[in-house]
């Protein structure tokens, strides 16, 4: 859904603070940033990444039905491990009352929408979500197990993602690679959101930026059931904002690399409304396959060596 579709929304309709919101994106989009707005100025209780939504809610057959005691039980222990929790009591101060966890239904959303709304109480916040890019690739999954979850995408430029992302150490490694994700992601997200409606909106990183008021009176609409105190807030302080940040691949992307994102991904930048140099460059089978293999080596020496040396900072 579009942004104007979003705000038109009847209030009603979207202004549960019950309701999670998942902020989703594709990696270096900046879905950190906009996880940052939702706290600072929508009254969100979002803190670092909930990947345990994902990496144990997509393996619950391993538990069996969790009506059953011991089953319910073994779930809990494993997901009291996960690293998620060591990092929000160190970072956040939020301590998670896991006996209150274990009192709620047997479902594993009971479980989360828990565990959301005693970070949201500790925080002293109102609204739960979190924000994960890997949400979108799980669209469909996210809406079945939430069902009345709303959806934040923040889309960027694939072409300043691409350049985001070779500075990463766990980033897409060349320009084909970054390029075939980002439009991949794009269309797999935008498939499953469809069955979303208008719990459903898409933002993009770079109209927050050159047109603040304008997005985020949308983005408050969709999350609050209308625009105001948010929105003048952060048009104060969107002066300090860093405009520069649009549109750098026209200064920082070679021609060459330039060509092969619009390419493999141009159809993707059209759709999504970003401008096109109009020379684009489809490697062939062969260059491919050495780009992929490339992406993949440099990714996995990367993921190694820092197994080994843990002091090996993300960016490069």
């Known amino acids: 859904m579009n942004m104007s579709a ?7 309709a979207i202004a549960q603070t019950d309701s999670p919101i998942f902020v989703t994106g594709f990696a270096r989009s900046g879905t950190t940033w906009v996880n940052t707005l939702f706290r600072d100025y929508l009254d969100a209780g979002f803190v670092n990444e909930g990947q345990f939504i994902l990496s144990m809610g997509l393996h619950l057959s391993r538990y069996g039905d ?23 009591q160190r970072n956040y101060s939020v301590d998670i009352d896991w006996h209150r966890v274990a009192r709620t239904g047997p479902t594993f959303a009971a479980i989360v929408m828990d565990i959301l709304q ?6 002293g916040k109102r609204r739960i979500g979190s924000k994960n890019p890997q ?13 009345t979850c709303r959806v934040v995408h ?4 694939g072409r300043d ?15 084909y690679a970054a390029a075939r994700l980002w439009r991949q992601y794009l269309h797999r997200t935008r498939a499953a959101a469809r069955r979303m409606s208008a719990r459903y909106l898409e933002i993009r990183y770079e109209d927050l930026l050159a047109k603040p008021e304008l997005s985020m009176a949308a983005l408050e609409a969709f999350v609050a059931g209308a625009s105001g105190p948010a929105t003048e807030r952060f048009v104060i302080d969107a002066k300090l904002l860093k405009t ?14 330039q060509a092969i994102f619009e390419g493999v991904a141009g159809d993707a930048l059209h759709e999504a409304g ?43």
């Open 6 to 12: 979003a705000a038109s929304t009847p209030p009603r």
């Open 66 to 88: 969790l009506n059953l005691a011991r089953n319910h039980q073994r779930l809990l222990r494993n997901l009291r491990a996960d690293p998620f929790f060591p990092i929000l």
């Open 118 to 123: 005693q970070v949201a109480e500790q925080t």
């Open 135 to 147: 949400f979108g690739r799980h669209l469909d999954w996210l809406n079945a197990t939430f069902p």
């Open 154 to 157: 923040v889309i960027r430029d």
């Open 161 to 175: 993602c691409a350049l985001s992302h070779k500075n990463m150490v766990w980033g897409r490694q060349n320009t």
């Open 244 to 257: 520069d940040k649009i549109e750098g691949w026209r200064r920082k992307m070679t021609p060459a690399a």
């Open 274 to 316: 970003y401008p096109l140099t109009g020379i684009a460059h489809r490697p062939s089978a062969c260059m491919r396959g050495v780009y992929a293999a490339h992406d993949k080596l440099s990714r996995e020496t990367w993921h190694w060596a820092r197994k080994v040396v843990p002091s090996i900072p993300e960016h490069k």
